[in-house]
């Protein structure tokens, strides 16, 4: 059946791991990587032919895994002379029986005496760390890879936060200034009676990592040039009126946080 119930009962056994899978991969964005949990696999050389691999979890094709407690890994020795780097995967394999799994190897790289490369990798092959060794010496391991921000996280960093901002001049203000995700939303209302310049500095403002563009807006029609300006990265807004404008004129201000 093409289109299916995962999550419920039908009365047969129908839920496979290609179905996990595809509903995992779906959730997290990616197929293949390491999700924020335990110790996020560190790697620690407990000797020059001993790693030990920490807690974790992962995916490789959207097969989820996860290692339960600390796991020694052999690494074959070094060559005196010579360089060499091992990569540590989490490798996915599936017998003709159908029989899946998910384990830890260490796979040798080539020595030489020039820039060592890393080993050749395979799709179902997840790479978690490169081990340098030089000679009989083995180095720091690199990590290379970066754990899924958890979407508890995720809803965090989008949380909104709002600001108290107040205006060096009383012909600005600011009524609202809201800041999600990173981006900025600051609104408020300009009364000019004549043409001019108008220099105001916004305290408390998050500072823009750009200078940006003031939009004008007139009986809720938004319009130009009547007013242009902007705000600098110091939080000063320098606006030039061209056109008269009364106090129940709106400006406002859609910008990236520095």
Known sequence: MTFEIVDGMTGTKHISSDDLAALN??????????????????????????ATLGTGVGMVGGKRFWNQAPTSLTVQSGTQGQKRNDLVVARYAKT????????????????????????????????LWRVPLDGITVGTPVK?????????????????????????DERISVDTCVEVAGMVYMAGRI???????????????????????VTYG????????????????NGVMIVQVSDVVSSNEIWSIVYLRA
């Open 25 to 50: 991969t779906a959730t997290v964005g990616k197929a293949d990587c390491v999700l924020e949990y335990g110790n996020d696999f560190s790697l620690t050389m407990a000797s020059a032919n001993s």
């Open 96 to 127: 003709s029986a159908g029989i899946e799994s998910i384990e830890p190897v260490v796979i040798k790289g080539a020595a030489t005496t020039g820039t060592p490369a890393d080993p050749a990798t395979t799709a179902n092959d997840l790479k």
């Open 144 to 168: 290379l890879f970066s754990p899924v921000t958890p979407l508890a996280t995720l809803g965090d960093s989008v949380s909104r936060k709002s600001y108290s901002v107040s205006s060096s």
């Open 191 to 213: 009364n000019a009676s004549a043409y001019n310049w108008i220099t105001a500095t916004l305290t408390g403002c998050p500072l823009p990592l750009h200078e940006t563009g």
């Open 218 to 233: 007139r009986n809720s029609v938004w319009k130009s040039p009547s007013i242009t300006g902007a705000l600098g990265g």
